[in-house]
Nanobody
Framework: VQLQASGGGLVQAGDSLRLSCAASGRTFSANAMAWFRQAPGQEREFVAAMRWNGGNVGRYYADSVKGRFTISRDNVDHTVYLQMNNVKPEDTGVYYC?????????????????????WGQGTQVTVSS
């Protein structure tokens, strides 16, 4: 499986940006997909995730992005998106997409980096004030 993240760039506070994570290499049957980010000198942190459990889809967000970011998936293009609205300087960082195939994770496991089987290469988002 390969994950290709794209869509980052330099934007101003209050702008919108959409990140994409294109999956290839196998049938798109991940149990969960997520976005994490890493600011300079900081640890990688959870941003948003989608989890598929039977016919149900759950979406989960870090408190810092709730109401501003939306995670979604296009089944035709095998792509997961992160719509980022009203961005803030503290949203600056490298954004990584991850996928879980081996297990059906419980919700609390979605925040944990080691739960993910595959990672994309990251895309830089810089928000100026």
């Amino acid at each position: 499986v390969q994950l290709q993240a794209s869509g980052g760039g330099l934007v101003q506070a209050g702008d919108s940006l959409r990140l994409s994570c294109a999956a290839s290499g196998r049938t798109f049957s991940a149990n969960a997909m997520a976005w994490f980010r890493q600011a300079p000198g900081q640890e990688r942190e959870f941003v948003a995730a989608m989890r598929w459990n039977g016919g149900n889809v759950g979406r989960y967000y870090a408190d810092s992005v709730k109401g501003r970011f939306t995670i979604s998936r296009d089944n035709v293009d095998h792509t997961v998106y992160l719509q980022m609205n009203n961005v803030k300087p503290e949203d600056t960082g490298v954004y990584y997409c991850g996928a879980i195939f081996r297990v059906r994770p419980i919700v609390s496991a979605l925040w944990t980096i080691s739960t993910y089987d595959y990672w994309g290469q990251g895309t830089q988002v810089t928000v100026s004030s």
